[in-house]
């Protein structure tokens, strides 16, 4: 069993949140074929959004484009008020590896590395030290001296999202995240990632097609039709 200090009630009973992180306008972007046309999203401090939608409808292209990773065709989007894709390289840059959490569909650790390296490798990055309450959260604790081949597909996904919080990110964007997990561990991972949230400020970005999970967030899209349908 995963510790966990909080319970999914304290997510939901704070106050509203009121300052915009992120800000999409109007995003449009195709490849093949039409995508998405004039998206609108805002992310509040301590808000978590969910995107829903069928495979291959561009869940995966929006939040690359929502995380900084990816200019889209048409819209502008805004990161503290400001213009992220105007902005230099450099200063880009700066903001994903400082500002910016970034959980991949397909996670990404350095495989001859072991997993205590991983995380260090990260803290150095950032400059914050090693949360070891936050290694207890996700249960992996016991694994940091194996090497990422040793660790189950479980693990390997824990141990990526330890990586993103230790960076202290004022946004999370989540592909996925709890794919490789079973219902009861997804929970209280995800439960690890509302409680950060809450507490730093921060805001959450989550794509999956679990739609109980999705249910978790404050507001909940469909990416459908080329649009994103509010639904919750
Ligand atoms: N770099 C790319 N170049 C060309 N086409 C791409 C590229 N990335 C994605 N696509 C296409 O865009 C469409 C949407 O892909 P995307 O990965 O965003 O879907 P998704 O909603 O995340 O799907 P899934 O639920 O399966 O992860 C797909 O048809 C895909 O083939
Ligand atoms: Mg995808």
Redesign the pocket.
């Known amino acids: 069993m995963i510790n966990s200090e909080t319970n999914s009630e304290d997510f939901h009973s704070s106050p509203l949140p009121s300052k915009l992180l992120l800000e999409a306008k109007n995003i449009s972007h195709s ?2 074929y039409p ?1 998405f046309n004039k998206i609108n999203l805002s992310l509040y401090e301590q808000e978590s959004i969910a995107i829903i ?10 939040l690359n484009i929502l995380s900084s990773l990816l200019k889209p065709n048409l819209g502008e989007l805004f990161y503290n008020n400001t213009n992220i894709y105007e902005l230099k390289d450099k200063k880009l840059l700066n903001i994903r590896r400082k500002d910016f959490g970034i959980i991949f ?1 397909a996670h990404y650790l350095f495989r001859g590395f072991n997993a205590q390296e991983n995380l260090e490798i990260a803290s150095l990055l950032s400059g914050h030290a090693l949360d070891k309450n936050l290694l207890e959260d996700l249960d992996i604790t016991h694994v940091m001296k194996q090497g990422v081949g040793e660790l189950s597909g479980g693990q390997q996904q824990r141990l990526s999202i330890a990586r993103i919080i230790s960076k202290k990110p004022s946004i999370i964007f989540a ?2 995240p709890t794919g490789n997990l079973d219902k009861e561990t997804a929970k209280e991972v995800m439960n690890t990632v509302f409680s950060y949230i809450k507490k730093n400020n921060a805001g959450l970005i989550l ?1 999956t ?1 679990e739609e109980d999970l999705a249910y978790e967030c404050d507001k909940v899209f469909k ?1 459908i039709n080329n649009e994103l349908k509010e639904l919750k």
């Open positions: 490849f093949d995508l939608g069928v495979s291959g409808t561009g869940k995966s292209t929006l569909q592909d996925e794509v097609h990416l």
